[in-house]
């Protein structure tokens, strides 16, 4: 696993973040120290999709950059087939996944497809994943992708997302940021890198409430939602058609 040193040098200017070759290069450090929880989450959702998966229908992954639910979806899944089609727009991040894949046992049963998450027809879905990816759709597109994923879910199908949050108290906003940012400092980033990488995000990350969340949910026509992980300003939604 390469080290993130992205943001380690002065910028006279810090370009907007996007998931291109460097960033690929370094993702795992970078999500490891920077996603409190990663591992955890990762294991617990794909646990859940295991669980909730009907032979015959699709599990999405939307936004599934390298592959990282993916691959540990397979293991948890042995040699019992299934059918994933996962989706993300960025082609660097593809290719390391289908490298990933190469020789796995099961491997075919993952589909990778490049594209545009909001551009794909969802159906016959048991599981849906969208994992640190809503935040990065614009603020317009984001009702309608979860109302597809609630069409497109068979009945008792599970949609699974987590994301980056604020609070409706800019107080306890800051606090939790202030323990972000402490996050980062105990997992070796410097003070530069977080501002760099903070600049980066700005205007490309947009994190939203989470009663923003579960009123997008409700709306979309889930009833039976719940936060089944959460830590400061992450937080991870369950919810159940």
């Known amino acids: 696993m390469s080290k993130d040193t992205i943001y380690s040098r002065k910028h006279d200017r810090v370009p907007p973040f996007e998931f291109n070759e460097n960033v690929v290069g370094v993702f795992d450090d970078m999500i490891h120290r920077s996603v409190p929880l990663y591992h955890e989450a990762l294991i617990r959702k794909a646990q859940l999709a295991e669980q909730f998966y009907r032979p015959g229908t699709t ?9 990282n639910f993916g691959l540990r979806f397979l293991d948890i899944m042995g040699k019992k087939p299934f059918h994933m089609v996962a989706v993300d727009n960025s082609k660097p ?7 990933r894949l190469a020789n ?13 998450i909001t551009d794909i027809r969802l159906d016959n879905a048991s599981v849906v994943v969208i994992n640190l990816t809503l935040q990065f759709l614009p603020m317009d597109q984001r009702d309608g992708l979860i109302q597809s994923v ?6 008792s199908g599970l ?17 939790f940021q202030d323990y972000y940012w402490r ?34 949910f409700s709306s979309a026509g889930f009833s039976r939602m719940d936060i089944w992980q959460k830590w400061f300003n992450f937080t991870s939604f369950i919810c159940i058609k």
């Open 59 to 67: 599990v999405y992954d939307l936004g599934c950059s390298n592959g």
């Open 93 to 99: 991040m593809l290719d390391t996944y289908a490298t």
């Open 104 to 116: 796995r046992p099961m491997g075919d049963c993952i589909h990778l497809t490049l594209a545009d």
């Open 150 to 155: 609630y069409r497109a879910l068979i009945p």
């Open 159 to 175: 949609l699974l997302v987590t994301e980056k949050t604020v609070h409706d108290d800019e107080t306890l906003t800051n606090l």
């Open 183 to 216: 996050f980062k400092k105990e997992n070796g980033y410097s003070n530069l890198e977080i501002s760099q990488k903070r600049d980066a995000l700005e205007n490309v990350l947009i994190p939203e409430t989470v009663g923003a969340h579960l009123t997008r």
